[in-house]
């Protein structure tokens, strides 16, 4: 069974800077790409960052220059580094991955997601 699990979330000052975590466990083939999205209260989910299947990252406009995606493939990880940390900022950050399974075909891929894990940005 394919599972994400992120850690890293909480509370800290504007200014200030997190790493959130997020690992695949179980058995697939190819982990295609992964990425963070995020949940403000009352708002629809965005991206945050992404992988591209082209194999580039890419980031939405108000995190460029402040947050940086970065992925371990050999332990199936992708990590958010948040550096100035604004209030609008607070949300409920999901990790996901696009996974082909193993023993599957490209186009069997499905997409996984974390349970979510809450950043704060408040003084």
């Known amino acids: 069974q394919v599972q994400l699990v992120e850690s890293g979330g909480g509370l800290v000052q504007p200014g200030g800077s997190l790493r959130l975590s997020c690992a695949l466990s179980g058995r697939v083939y190819r982990i295609v790409t992964m990425g963070w999205y995020r949940q403000a209260p009352g708002k629809q989910r965005e991206l945050v960052a992404g992988?591209?299947?082209?194999?580039?990252?890419d980031y939405m406009e108000s995190v460029k220059g402040r947050f940086t995606i970065s992925r371990d493939n050999a332990n199936n990880t992708v990590y958010l580094q948040m550096d100035n940390l604004k209030p609008e900022d607070t949300a409920v950050y999901y990790c996901n991955a696009d996974v082909q399974p193993y023993g599957g075909l490209w186009y069997e891929r499905r997409v996984y997601w974390g349970q979510g894990t809450q950043v704060t940005v408040s003084s």
């Open positions: 992988e591209t299947l082209a194999g580039y990252f």
